[in-house]
């Protein structure tokens, strides 16, 4: 190599990114319980409300693009998609809930399917909950809560769409979020950590993968 090449060479920006969701690959979508493969490897689950920013948030953690598809089209046939990580871990996108268009007997039937999934998968390690960090914890979060937390594994809040607010205003939400899961669920709030976290400002990123990483290690 000449020493030109050398010194116009531009060094790679290193540093830390999230690494527990790398290497992702799309595994299956199903559309009821009982076309999930067997329970096997751990698992990781992401939920939340519709357009609460939860693609958004697994697309950053993997540092993809477009592993999980943004605006699935709310009311179509929901599925549970999952992905396969490097190690055989499993990542479980689940339906976004909450969407005011969709028909109420499939909302109901959705939401009863993803409480029986978070209550009884036994390989779930850990639900990751994204919620609008401006809005906070809504009783349809709290229907997966109340069917999860019992179990004694841990839960994520991801509070995202944080850099719509400023670091103080942020650091509160996070704060009342906490405040209020311990009022709701004093017994499990322990179990319970809360991110503050920004998909577009690639905030909290390290936070999340490190308790992504404890909970698949
Ligand atoms: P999902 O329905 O929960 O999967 O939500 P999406 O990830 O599709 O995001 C819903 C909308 O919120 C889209 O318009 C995203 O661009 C936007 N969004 C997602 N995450 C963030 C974020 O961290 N900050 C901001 N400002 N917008 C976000």
Redesign the pocket.
Known sequence: MKKRDIVTEKPRPVGPGPRALLGARFLIAAAALEQLPPAGPPEVAFA?R????????INALASRDRLAF??RTPGRTQQIVMFVLPSGSIVADLP?YGYAAVPQAVKRAWQEVLAAYVATRPTLVGLVL?VDARHGVKPLDCVLLDGFLPSGREVMILA??S??LSRHEAAQASAAIRRDLGERYPHHVARITVVPF????RAGLIEADAVLARWLG
Do not use: E, F, L
Not at 50 to 57: D, E, L, P, T, V
């Open positions: 939340g519709s357009n609460a920013g939860k693609s958004s948030a943004a605006s976004g994204v995202t769409k850099d719509k920004s998909a577009t400002a």
